[in-house]
């Protein structure tokens, strides 16, 4: 594997797959509504509406779809890179000491997440390598997270806290204090890798594969870093 781009490896997300089929689908809901509504009589109109409606969250739903980026993730031989419609991220292969499925304990049961988690080496480096548009919506995507593994008398897995919000002031390993939307996040990733052990984390409906397999393919892209250029 390569550092360059023409030799990166593009993941694309399972959930892009079927932007087409939704506009597709959601048009022609749109047309037989409108037939039923014009042309049916008068009883066939309230179904024609309800038609109509769903025809227009099938067309809503194609459109963001469209709207993300080609690919989800790239592979290179320095990094992994996440892209999306908010922005990006990027994690050196040198900096990631655990990849994995994180795990959750509900009642005596372990039980997987639909994600895939990232333990850092220095969560520090990483806030340089993040956009604050992609910070910003990760606060508010992320939050379900901090309600797993809280309390190991919670039956559920996910009981609340009085610590939902996150601290606007961080220090780095540096000394240094930052404030704003990077600082909630580096208090985010620290009370993550507390309760669910990892600090990054994406979504298996960004991937094209099983997570077993993508996993396997991200340590093999590790351990390729770590060899000599051909």
């Avoid at 031989?77 to 990631?96: A, D, L, Q």
């Avoid at 340089?128 to 309600?147: A, F, H, N, V, W």
């Avoid at 890798?193 to 094209?208: A, C, H, M, V």
Wanted: with cysteine; aromatic share 8%.
């Amino acid at each position: 594997m390569s550092g360059t781009e023409s030799e990166s490896i593009f993941i694309k997300a399972a959930s892009s797959h079927n932007a087409m089929t939704s506009i597709l689908i959601g048009s022609g809901l749109i047309a037989a509504g409108a037939f039923m509504c014009i042309l049916l009589p008068t009883l066939f109109f309230l179904p024609g509406v309800f038609i109509i409606s769903g025809g227009i969250v099938g067309l809503i739903i194609g459109f963001f779809k469209l709207k993300e980026p080609e690919h989800s993730l790239e592979l290179t031989r320095e990094h992994i890179i996440y892209y999306h419609r908010r922005g990006k991220w990027r994690i050196s292969w040198e900096n990631i000491q655990r990849i994995d499925v994180p795990r959750i304990t509900k009642g005596v049961e372990q039980i997987e997440l639909e994600m895939i988690g990232f333990k850092l080496r220095d969560a520090d480096t990483f806030l340089d390598e993040i956009s604050p548009r992609l910070i910003t919506y990760l606060l508010m995507e992320q939050r379900p997270l901090t309600m797993q593994n809280r309390d190991p008398n919670c039956a559920s897995g996910q009981c609340y806290g009085a610590d939902m919000i996150e601290d606007e002031k961080f220090l780095r390993a540096s000394g240094e204090t930052i404030k704003g939307v990077s600082a909630m996040f580096g208090n985010r990733m620290g009370k993550l890798r507390s309760q669910l052990g990892y600090d990054i984390f994406i979504s298996t409906n960004e991937i094209d594969r099983d997570a077993t397999k993508f996993i396997s393919l991200l340590k093999d892209c590790q351990a390729a870093s770590q060899l000599p250029p051909a």
